[in-house]
């Protein structure tokens, strides 16, 4: 018995905790994956698919490992996966590196082995060549839309200097689109004009197990608290630009950034080890954390850099960085082109989200339906507030407006 189409791009789970594609076991033995647990409600298995070099897939799930993984490859290779987009509600791409060691940057340039991962036509989110150790971080690659046929290309490009390993774990995200009906409501002016009826918005597919990261994002966080950190830690790339997300907690006002000194360094024109703070000392490398200062409040700056994260240059170890900025959570790393010699650490941030003391916060960044984009009511679209604030006393009660 064949599953419906619907549910053959159904992502599950395993007993060992592994993602898969549900199939028939019949199915799953002819794509040449592994049949596991059942899923579909007793009606398919969890079918775990598993690729290596040269090769292409469209299942919703599928791991790409280097030919003699868990062992290294040491040979010089070209080594690729296409990955075929045959739904026209997938969107996205997550790609988790669960190993990911290849030669290391040389002066913060990938000029040995390098990972590339490129989808036919435009890509809102560019993703960077990578190379060194990843293990254990991800990337989102956003896919183009109205095209028939759409591809990822994957690939490793490796020499024969060093012994390489690679795991990754590859999942096409669902992104559904719904279009709104008209609403009542504080905002049903805005929610019901033409351009709005015509945006299409993203919601949590029932039985999928990988959500959509806000558009722009290439890495994204749903946990309240964690930790985040540069690619190839130890010794940052150059020529980067992008954008880590973390989903904003519904009751959450408050965001509170810190690092220790041996997980913090970023090229600065700071003397020694100090932090670096503002546009002045980081003018080339920095971490973007929008609104940062001691409380979240006063005078804040964006840029951090140097030896230390801190809240102040000033400072002479290192100390929380709090931001009490509203919307969307976005952190920005930027590198340039020139290499330094010193303090190419890179980055190793925790963050931790806090309810407490959100007494000047404003109410819209405790409405999630306007902050988090992958809400779970499929017909509220995430919207822009813009909130202004006037010293004009307020018209007397009973006085016509200019616009009655």
Same mark, same amino acid.
């Given at each position: 018995?064949?599953?419906?189409?619907?549910?053959?791009?159904?992502?599950?789970?395993?007993?060992?905790?592994?993602?898969?594609?549900?199939?028939?076991?019949?199915?799953c033995?002819?794509?040449?994956?592994?049949?596991?647990?059942?899923?579909?409600?007793?009606?398919?298995?969890?079918?775990?698919?598993?690729?290596?070099?040269?090769?292409?897939?469209?299942?919703?799930v599928?791991?790409?490992k280097?030919?003699s993984?868990?062992?290294?490859?040491?040979?010089q290779?070209?080594?690729?996966?296409?990955?075929?987009?045959?739904?026209?509600?997938?969107?996205?791409?997550?790609?988790?590196?669960?190993?990911?060691? +290849?030669?290391?940057?040389?002066?913060?340039?990938?000029?040995?082995?390098?990972?590339?991962?490129?989808?036919?036509?435009m890509?809102?989110?560019?993703?960077?060549?990578?190379?060194?150790?990843?293990?254990?971080?991800?990337?989102?690659?956003? $896919?183009?839309?109205?095209?028939?046929?759409?591809?990822v290309?994957?690939?490793?490009?490796?020499?024969?200097?060093?012994?390489?390993?690679?795991? $990754?774990?590859?999942?096409?995200?669902?992104?559904?689109?719904?279009?709104?009906?008209?609403?009542?409501?504080?905002?049903?002016?805005?929610?019901? $004009?033409?351009?709005?009826?015509?945006?299409t +918005?993203?919601?949590?597919?029932p039985?999928?197990?990988?959500?959509p990261?806000?558009?722009?994002?290439?890495?994204?966080?749903?946990?309240?608290?964690?930790?985040?950190?540069?690619?190839?830690?130890?010794?940052?790339?150059?020529?980067?630009?992008?954008?880590?997300?973390?989903?904003?907690?519904?009751?959450?006002?408050?965001v509170?950034?810190?690092?220790?000194?041996?997980?913090?360094g970023?090229?600065?024109?700071?003397t020694?080890?100090?932090?670096?703070?503002?546009?002045?000392l980081?003018?080339?490398?920095?971490?973007? $954390?929008?609104?940062?200062?001691?409380?979240?409040?006063?005078?804040?700056?964006?840029?951090?850099?140097?030896?230390k994260?801190?809240?102040?240059?000033?400072?002479?170890t290192?100390?929380?960085?709090?931001?009490?900025?509203?919307?969307?959570?976005?952190i920005?790393?930027?590198?340039?082109?020139?290499h330094?010699?010193?303090?190419?650490?890179?980055?190793?941030?925790?963050?931790?989200?806090?309810?407490?003391?959100?007494?000047?916060?404003?109410?819209?960044?405790?409405?999630?339906?306007?902050?988090?984009?992958n809400?779970?009511?499929?017909?509220?679209?995430?919207?822009?507030?813009?909130?202004?604030?006037?010293?004009?006393?307020?018209?007397?009660?009973?006085?016509?407006?200019?616009?009655?």
């Amino acid at each position: 018995m064949s599953l419906p189409m619907m549910k053959r791009i159904l992502e599950c789970l395993d007993a060992s905790n592994q993602s898969g594609t549900c199939y028939t076991a019949l199915e799953c033995k002819k794509l040449g994956g592994n049949p596991s647990s059942k899923c579909a409600k007793g009606l398919g298995t969890c079918c775990i698919m598993s690729r290596t070099c040269h090769n292409s897939t469209y299942n919703k799930v599928v791991y790409f490992k280097n030919p003699s993984y868990p062992l290294t490859d040491s040979e010089q290779n070209f080594c690729d996966l296409s990955v075929n987009i045959v739904d026209a509600d997938i969107c996205q791409l997550r790609i988790d590196f669960l190993e990911f060691q +290849i030669d290391p940057p040389t002066e913060g340039n990938c000029l040995g082995d390098k990972f590339t991962a490129t989808a036919s036509g435009m890509t809102p989110t560019a993703v960077p060549v990578l190379c060194g150790n990843n293990r254990n971080q991800h990337i989102y690659l956003s $896919l183009p839309a109205h095209q028939e046929k759409r591809s990822v290309s994957i690939v490793f490009e490796t020499n024969a200097l060093g012994d390489y390993r690679f795991h $990754l774990k590859i999942t096409q995200i669902d992104c559904r689109v719904r279009q709104p009906p008209a609403q009542t409501g504080p905002f049903s002016s805005i929610s019901t $004009l033409a351009a709005r009826q015509s945006r299409t +918005i993203y919601q949590k597919i029932p039985n999928q197990l990988t959500y959509p990261a806000p558009t722009g994002c290439l890495q994204y966080y749903t946990s309240p608290s964690g930790t985040f950190e540069s690619f190839n830690f130890g010794h940052y790339l150059n020529n980067l630009d992008y954008a880590i997300c973390i989903e904003r907690q519904p009751d959450a006002c408050r965001v509170i950034y810190s690092a220790t000194d041996l997980n913090f360094g970023i090229e600065s024109s700071q003397t020694g080890t100090m932090p670096g703070v503002g546009d002045q000392l980081c003018g080339n490398d920095y971490l973007l $954390l929008v609104g940062g200062s001691q409380t979240g409040e006063g005078t804040t700056k964006d840029r951090y850099c140097g030896g230390k994260l801190a809240y102040s240059s000033l400072e002479t170890t290192e100390t929380p960085v709090i931001t009490k900025a509203n919307g969307p959570i976005v952190i920005r790393f930027h590198s340039d082109a020139t290499h330094s010699v010193t303090l190419r650490e890179g980055f190793r941030v925790k963050y931790e989200q806090s309810p407490t003391e959100c007494s000047t916060a404003t109410s819209a960044s405790n409405n999630p339906l306007l902050n988090n984009p992958n809400s779970p009511n499929p017909f509220i679209s995430p919207v822009v507030v813009a909130m202004m604030e006037s010293n004009r006393p307020k018209p007397q009660s009973g006085r016509t407006s200019r616009n009655e």
